[in-house]
């Protein structure tokens, strides 16, 4: 079946370094993808979206690239700070969805101070 | 402020009870969503509704009921009949389904957990 939101688990970085979070997808028609920010005990915020015909879409200290060659994106944090320690999920539409998203397990990120 | 209401922060339920989740939301949007969250895991769609007095099963409805009478509101019910319903439980709205001026984007609430004695 579908799947969108394929994570590593955890991801521990300095604060300071890049932080690079990766997604795998198998939908090749979805029409976009959401990267959303959890932290514990809240629910998931909104980050950043990019729509399937752009490559990269930057925003506030945070970019998004997408290869749909090999059905991949992945949300770079730059500066990482301690603030961003949370559950990175990506999400995209299912078929025929409308606005149904899909999620993966999400990536940990731990910011090491 | 606008924004996605949840209600309670933390419930415990005796098992055989049912108990109902409020979702209120004012931010005017038509399509609503619950999804369940278990410990590690992404978030599955257990209903959504996309008009008022209309919904849909999401990917594990089993267990569950919803209504959505008012446009504001979407309560959820956890009935007796899910098995395993200790989680976290989210609300989420979104403006439409996507077209060319708008993404996707689904707006959360902060979540209901809720534990099963």
């Known amino acids: 079946g579908e799947s969108v939101g394929l994570h590593l688990p955890t991801l521990s970085v300095q604060e300071g370094d890049n932080s690079i979070i990766n997604c795998a997808y198998s939908?090749?028609?979805?029409?976009?993808f959401i990267w959303y920010k959890q932290e514990s005990g809240k629910g998931p915020q909104f980050i950043i979206d990019?729509?399937?015909?752009?490559d990269k879409r930057q925003g506030q200290r945070v970019t998004v690239l997408l290869n749909k060659t090999v059905k991949h994106l992945s949300l770079q944090i730059a500066a990482t700070q301690p603030g961003d320690s949370a559950v990175y999920f990506c999400?995209?539409?299912?078929?025929?969805?409308?606005?149904?998203?899909?999620f993966g397990t999400g990536t940990q990120l731990k910011v090491e101070l | 402020d606008g924004g996605i209401t949840q209600s309670p922060k933390y419930l415990f339920r005796k098992e055989g009870q049912n108990v109902t989740l409020s979702c209120e939301q004012n931010?005017?949007?038509?399509?609503m969503y619950w999804y369940r969250q278990d410990p590690g895991q992404g978030l599955r769609l257990i209903y959504y509704?996309?008009?008022?007095?209309?919904?849909q099963k999401g990917d594990i409805a089993e267990g569950y009921s919803v209504s959505r009478e008012k446009k504001e509101s979407f309560p959820l019910t956890v009935t007796s009949a899910q098995k395993n319903p200790t989680a976290f439980y989210l609300c989420?709205?979104?403006?439409?389904?996507?077209?060319?001026?708008?993404?996707?984007?689904?707006?959360f609430g902060e979540g209901s957990r809720l534990t099963v004695l």
């Open positions: 509704s996309q008009i008022v007095n209309d919904f």
């Open positions: 990019i729509r399937s015909n752009m």
């Open positions: 939908n090749s028609a979805s029409d976009y």
């Open positions: 999400a995209g539409p299912l078929t025929g969805g409308g606005n149904k998203l899909t």
């Open positions: 989420a709205s979104s403006i439409a389904p996507f077209s060319g001026t708008n993404t996707g984007e689904l707006f």
């Open positions: 931010l005017n949007h038509d399509a």
